[in-house]
């Protein structure tokens, strides 16, 4: 007998597959393949020289067999392979937003339909598509595969997952990341990163020199900076504590604002200083205006 709560899971990754193959389908599927198409090249054939041709391309074995130069033909691969570090440390389990129905969204929903966009676009274009789910340790690692089933089971591991009180390292999550993926991947950093130092500069740097690397940061209007409500009761996601907060004191709002706004000014610098792409993705927005405008940015740079 199924459960309330395997219905419930399966109900809402079939809600986020309608939802999300129909973005991939319609908006995506050009501007992904555009953005990350593969950059490497691979050996296709061997055919007799033309005028033209680089010298540097003649295979020298066959044109002494023959008789007759001839050169080797490369092409694109293109084939690649996406990894997803999917943050689900127990401050991405918070939101103020509502959905068309006035129901509660969370970070974890937009993160998500997030996932689930980039998997059915990477399908679409043959790819392979892993995730990895990190909070202050990795939790789950489901290695790079093809297909529509494998998507699904994607998108319900980030579904069916509980909220618990968790850190963050992604310090740890790139390591075992450099450590799984041999082969040159494109990879997307899918957090909050509300970490009180960004101390990966050095795991980023290093899986950027082999990766082509990713941050998108998933932020509710609610954690840039406190509303004025007087004296209210505050509890950290992440380690279960609590405390009391006089949020009509300027100073309080102020210096909150300013932690905020230096940390992720800190996390965006980590970012661009090791040549990885960074964008921010407010709940309250439209993610796929988002997207478009990554991938819009990355075809431009091409």
Sequence with gaps: MVSDRTQEILKKVRKIEIKTRGLS????????????????????????YQYG??????????????????????????????????????STFFGTQKDRDQLGRMK????????????????????????????DEVELYVPPKKGRNHI?????????????????NIADCLQHMSNMLKKRSVVFVISDFMQKEPNYKDDLSIAKRRHDVVGLHIYDDREVSLPKMGLIRVQDAETNKSMWLNSDSKKVRE???????????????????????FISINTRESYVTALLNLFSMREKRR
Excluded at 25 to 37: D, E, I, R, T
């Design 255 to 277: 210096n909150y604002q300013k932690w905020y706004a230096d940390n992720l000014e800190k996390t965006r610098q980590t970012f661009t200083r090791s040549g990885a792409d």
């Design 152 to 168: 699904l089971r994607i998108i319900r591991e980030i579904v069916a997952i509980e909220p618990k009180p968790a850190k963050t």
């Design 108 to 135: 974890q929903d937009i993160i998500a339909e997030i996932c689930a966009v980039i998997s059915f676009s990477a399908i679409n274009n043959n790819d392979k598509v892993g995730i990895m789910l990190f909070s």
């Design 25 to 48: 389908n319609q908006l995506f599927s050009g501007g992904y393949h555009s953005a990350f198409k593969g950059r490497g090249m691979s050996f296709s054939e061997v055919r007799a």
């Design 53 to 90: 041709d680089d010298v540097r391309t003649i295979d020298w074995n066959v044109t002494a067999r023959l008789q007759e130069p001839h050169v080797k033909v490369f092409e694109e691969e293109r084939e690649i392979t996406v990894m997803l570090l999917v943050d689900i440390s127990g």
